[in-house]
């Protein structure tokens, strides 16, 4: 079902997450590969303090798509396999839980190379 009010949120939430990385680029001297990493550990964070739930149910895919939910996704991996396989599931957890997205990263970047030609910087 459409829901325009939800697109919204999903925009508004989405561009806000976006907006603080692009700020973060612009005003400081923080690579964007720390930024990248900190934004990860921020939905790791959130999810192991339990508010990534609330915000996703009112953001949607606003939240969960930018790398925070894939922190949070890896967070609540190692959770819930921590929880019934113990030690050993808190390793591993997060990988099960992420394989899908993993792979089809993997899976694009390949073929992206395939199309693409990539030149060095000048």
């Given at each position: 079902?459409?829901?325009?009010?939800?697109y919204l949120k999903v925009?508004?939430?989405g561009?806000?997450?976006?907006?603080?990385?692009?700020?973060?680029?612009?005003?400081?001297?923080?690579?964007s590969a720390r930024i990248l990493v900190s934004f990860l550990l921020l939905g790791v964070f959130m999810e192991a303090i339990g508010i990534f739930e609330p915000i996703k149910q009112?953001?949607?895919a606003g939240i969960s798509?930018?790398?925070?939910?894939?922190?949070a996704?890896?967070?609540r991996g190692a959770i819930d396999a921590g929880n019934t396989l113990g030690v050993l599931g808190v390793f591993t957890g997060g990988l099960t839980a992420t394989a899908g997205g993993i792979a089809a990263?993997?899976?694009?970047?390949?073929?992206f190379g395939l199309i693409f030609n990539s030149k060095t910087k000048k």
């Open positions: 079902m459409f829901d325009p009010i939800m925009f508004a939430i561009g806000l997450v976006c907006m603080i990385g692009q700020l973060l680029i612009i005003t400081t001297k923080i690579t009112f953001a949607g798509v930018p790398i925070i939910g894939f922190g996704s890896l967070a990263a993997i899976l694009a970047g390949y073929v």
